[in-house]
């Protein structure tokens, strides 16, 4: 899910600052104690203060978005044939790749907790088309395909836990601390640093993976001639998500501006690009909103009969 995007802190925290209340008097003067204290951001004008909200909002449309698809998916009991599992596997990938993002730069709790709750989120729901699938005796050989890829995606995102994180112990540099964004970035103009190739080269891959991910979900739309099984409102608040998340984006002026969207282009790109592919399925759920998988077979199944 692109839900991960709005979670990063692109690797270039400055320092573990929330762990010193003293630091917020002295870096922080004019900024809102509970933003530093909870964000380990300086939120000091109204600015700053209403992107710190869009950026919460849109990780609770996040946090939310599977709840529809669970209880959608509790009443049709056809997820294993209204979900790709590819969809679900690529989702649960760019999720991964957020949380060991979030693991490897030390970021602050609010992240990685957050990215342990989406991945667990995803496994719950590939728990469930596992359920469905047994359930509904719809087996082939590519079920064991399926059930291996599983298997492996939760395999390698176990042993990532055993990664030591890079460069934790870091000192605050003064001059380094401004304004807030929820991406924050350093200002110095230097290259990239170690820990900054590592969060651009992790944002690259989990957002392709986002954007991936709805491709086999859209053909399955169209193969099928139908999104029942489907919650639009799994999508819809992705897509509110994003909106916000991309809202929230605030770079600061002048030369910190070109470096902002330099280390945070994966990030933008992956948001913008599955909020048109998420707009793309909203399209297909107003085409095939009359449809439904039984209609279509059983029209399949009497039109020979016309003919002849």
Excluded at 58 to 75: A, G, H, N, R, T
Excluded at 155 to 180: A, C, E, I, M, Y
Aim: proline residues 3%; charged residues 15%; aromatic residues 12%.
């Amino acid at each position: 899910m692109t839900k991960a995007m709005s979670t990063e802190t692109v690797l270039t925290h400055v320092a573990p600052a929330w762990t010193s209340s003293g630091n917020f008097t002295t870096l922080c003067p004019n900024g809102t104690k509970w933003v530093w204290d909870i964000i380990g951001e300086c939120a000091d004008d109204e600015r700053d203060m209403a992107s710190i909200y869009l950026g919460l909002l849109s990780i609770l449309c996040f946090m939310v978005s599977s709840f529809p698809q669970y209880y959608q998916s509790c009443k049709t009991g056809n997820m294993d044939s209204a979900l790709s599992i590819w969809f679900l596997l690529l989702w649960l990938g760019g999720d991964t790749c957020n949380l060991v993002g979030s693991y490897l730069a030390d970021q602050l709790p609010l992240q990685t907790y957050t990215a342990v709750y989406y991945v667990t989120a995803d496994l719950i729901m590939l728990g469930m088309y596992t359920y469905y699938k047994l359930r509904n005796k719809t087996h082939d050989h590519r079920t064991i395909v399926h059930v291996v890829g599983v298997a492996c995606v939760i395999g390698l995102s176990g042993n990532f836990f055993h990664v030591p994180s890079l460069d934790t112990k870091q000192g605050v540099d003064v001059s380094v601390v401004r304004s807030r964004t929820l991406l924050t970035v350093s200002e110095s103009g230097l290259a990239f640093t170690t820990k900054e190739i590592i969060g651009f080269t992790i944002g690259s891959v989990s957002s392709v993976l986002y954007l991936c991910s709805r491709l086999p979900q859209m053909y399955t739309n169209f193969k099928r001639k139908s999104t029942e099984g489907v919650s639009y409102f799994l999508f819809a608040l992705v897509i509110l998500g994003n909106t916000m998340y991309g809202l929230s984006v605030n770079p600061d002026g002048g030369q910190g501006e070109s470096s902002y969207m330099i280390h945070h282009l994966p990030w933008l790109i992956g948001s913008l690009g599955t909020l048109s592919l998420d707009i793309i399925i909203s399209i297909q759920f107003f085409i095939y909103r009359k449809n439904s998988p039984q209609q279509l077979n059983n029209l399949e199944e009497t039109s020979p009969l016309l003919r002849s």
